[in-house]
């Protein structure tokens, strides 16, 4: 059994930094800092969809402050995640015209789940995403996420 290789304390103040681990070369890269922890996680998120979507597995770590020293934070991160297929444009509606949307609000719902914390899905969170995608409009799928903003900057 492989054991998960320990990240390094960042450098300088203590801020919010999120460190990938390079399996091939052996190493933590510093991925995402500010000194916000929002920025940080949303980063966080997109970068763990972008190396999951290549294939390849992904390790982090989550530095922060606590107590005015670095602190490391654990990563709610699932292990897998599958992503669903788009569903068939409704009769009359131009393919090209419903897949963009649908890709819109995909975009939008992913966006605000990401800025309320949640930074991977798991499948069954995959489909409610797709489900909601599916059935409800532009402006309700905004609102949504809006939500999800809104809640995730009350933390």
Same mark, same amino acid.
């Given at each position: #059994?492989?054991?998960?290789? !320990?990240?390094?304390?960042?450098?300088?103040?203590?801020?919010? /930094?999120?460190? $990938?681990?390079?399996?091939?070369?052996?190493?933590?890269?510093?991925?995402?800092?500010?000194?916000?922890?929002?920025?940080?996680?949303?980063?966080?998120?997109?970068?763990?969809?972008?190396?999951?979507?290549?294939? &390849?597995? *992904?390790?982090?770590?989550?530095?922060? @402050?606590?107590? =005015?020293?670095?602190?490391? $934070?654990?990563? @709610?991160?699932?292990?897998?995640?599958?992503?669903?297929? &788009?569903?068939?444009?409704?009769? +009359? !509606?131009?393919? *090209?015209?419903?897949?963009? #949307?649908? =890709?819109?609000?995909?975009?939008?719902?992913?966006?605000?789940?990401?800025?309320?914390?949640?930074?991977?899905?798991?499948?069954? &969170? &995959?489909?409610?995403?797709?489900?909601?995608?599916?059935?409800?409009? !532009?402006?309700? /799928?905004?609102?949504?996420?809006?939500?999800?903003?809104?809640? =995730? +900057?009350?933390?």
């Amino acid at each position: #059994m492989e054991s998960r290789p !320990e990240s390094p304390r960042p450098q300088g103040a203590p801020r919010w /930094v999120a460190m $990938f681990y390079r399996p091939a070369a052996g190493s933590w890269r510093t991925a995402a800092q500010s000194p916000h922890r929002s920025p940080v996680l949303y980063a966080l998120g997109e970068m763990t969809r972008a190396v999951r979507a290549r294939g &390849d597995e *992904v390790t982090v770590a989550l530095w922060g @402050p606590k107590n =005015g020293a670095w602190h490391r $934070f654990d990563t @709610p991160l699932k292990q897998t995640a599958v992503s669903v297929p &788009d569903p068939e444009p409704s009769p +009359g !509606e131009p393919a *090209v015209l419903a897949e963009r #949307m649908t =890709g819109r609000r995909h975009q939008v719902l992913m966006a605000g789940l990401t800025k309320a914390g949640l930074h991977d899905l798991s499948p069954e &969170d &995959d489909a409610a995403v797709q489900t909601l995608v599916e059935r409800l409009d !532009e402006a309700a /799928v905004r609102r949504v996420a809006h939500w999800l903003t809104t809640a =995730g +900057g009350a933390r």
